[in-house]
């Protein structure tokens, strides 16, 4: 059926005349009138019928101009959440996170970005860096969000935010609250992440950096929280987020060792498949995340 007929017929229809759905169309009557007599020859059917000066709808033309505004009240609706698809606002949005991050950062932003886009559907996949750069990469997920910058890897990356990492113990270990040199404090236990983990790294590199052995490992955990509840429960020491032990340390259930001349940084960084043209709701999440001040949005914590 001819779509652009069947509008000129709904607003002759709507108007109950040719002059005034002239008028509204900005078309001339015969142009109109031509319109009307093509549809009613493809259908089959008089649509309109005289009534005194004007004109009337038959049975068949009463339903026609039923389904029609239907019909064209459904084509403005999928105009409408066409243009939400490319504003951003609706969507799917996968996001593999490692634990650094994905334990309270990621879950604020997910928070913060679903309150402004509630149609948006946000999934999150909580890993170690390595696997959460893989993931992005296999395409199994839109965006990463990872401690570190990924070296060589196939990614656009931004910084986002530097998270700070401290040694802790638990608050009656004899270390608890003191100023110690790093090798004093590497002859402890260590409780740690698996390998490809950001806090193990920056353990590494640190060692690394000041050419001491790495640390006898204690336990290992894939899960930071694990590695915090083992530092608890007494057992060893750990490089562990600020943000994830700081109210601990505040109740004085653990105690920070400060390491003299050691500041323990580690970058988060927003990765996006490189060269890759990304969809609308990538773009306002990446959008939002590059312009929100993040500092702010940890700070309540603090």
Known sequence: MNLYALSIFTSVASKGSYTRAAEELNLTQPAISAQIKKLEQEVGLRLFTPHGRGIQLTEAGRFLFQSAR?????EKEMEYQLAKWKSGQIGSLRIAASNLPANRL???????CKQRFPEVEVKLHSTNSTNAIELLQDFQVDVAITGGESRGSRTDQWCLYREELWFIVHANHPKSNQIVSLQELLQEPFVVREKGSTTREALASLCRLHQLPFPDIG?????????????????GAMLAPSLMVQDEIARKRLGRVWIEG?????????????????????QQFTHFCLNEDIAKLVAPSR
Do not use: C, W
């Open 70 to 74: 239907r019909l064209f009240a459904y």
């Open 106 to 112: 990621v879950p604020l932003l997910m928070g913060t």
């Open 219 to 235: 336990m290992e955990f894939s899960g930071t929280n694990e590695g915090i509840q083992a530092v608890l429960s007494g057992y």
């Open 262 to 282: 050691v500041d323990v940084q580690v970058p988060i960084y927003l990765h996006v498949r490189k060269g890759e043209e990304m969809s609308p709701v990538v």
